[in-house]
């Protein structure tokens, strides 16, 4: 993963920071993903539902790598970016893709700030899609996809059928996140 400007990230830790209005969307990177480039992906932990049926349904979606790595620092955005993503690191925050062991803890700083990013800015989306989980079937599928790239759009919103889960990938990444051990 390239290091977008961890000198923003550690400069805001040494600054006082002032709390940012909560958004609607608490975006946290699980993968990534090669969409009209490569791209990070992410999943909204406010639209986690436990459905009755025991299944898990969650929004994900793949930002652009360049278009993370392209949030200007010095703007009145990337320095909000840089406040929240300081003091959640000062406050001892790790990442869910931190804690599983999927990147490295050094890589933290990089890590909150991409998911402070993905919740502050408005960089369109290559794709989002609506997954459910079977947890204890260790399957998946997709209810709605929205792809964007190369200036197309393509959108599906029948279900797809389940599909197991192989031990590594996007998709193993988000049953470790999601599932109960």
């Known amino acids: 993963m390239r290091r977008i400007k961890r000198a923003a990230v550690l400069l805001s830790l040494l600054s006082s ?13 699980f993968g990534g993903a090669s969409v009209a480039g490569p ?6 932990a406010k639209s986690v539902v436990r459905t009755s049926s025991g ?72 794709a989002q899609i609506f997954d459910e989980l079977n947890c204890s079937e260790r399957m998946m599928r997709s209810l709605s996809v929205s792809i964007h790239a190369n200036g197309q759009r393509s959108f599906k919103d029948k279900p797809s ?14 049953l470790k996140m999601l599932c109960p051990p």
């Not at 791209?39 to 909204?44: E, G, Q, R, T, V």
């Not at 059928?161 to 988000?174: I, K, M, Q």
């Open 161 to 174: 059928d389940w599909e197991y889960v192989p031990p590594e990938g996007n998709g193993a990444t988000l």
């Open 39 to 44: 791209s990070l992906c992410f999943f909204d």
């Open 55 to 126: 299944y898990i349904r969650v929004w994900t979606k793949c930002l652009a790598q360049k278009d993370l790595d392209g949030v200007d620092i010095k703007s009145d955005l990337g320095s909000k970016i840089g406040d929240n993503a300081g003091r959640l690191v000062h406050e001892g925050y790790v990442p869910p893709i931190v804690v599983i062991g999927r990147i490295e803890f050094k890589q933290v700083p990089d890590v909150v700030a991409y998911e402070q990013i993905a919740n502050l800015s408005a960089i369109e989306s290559q």
């Open 17 to 29: 920071t002032a709390l940012a209005q909560t958004p609607d969307v608490d975006w946290k990177m």
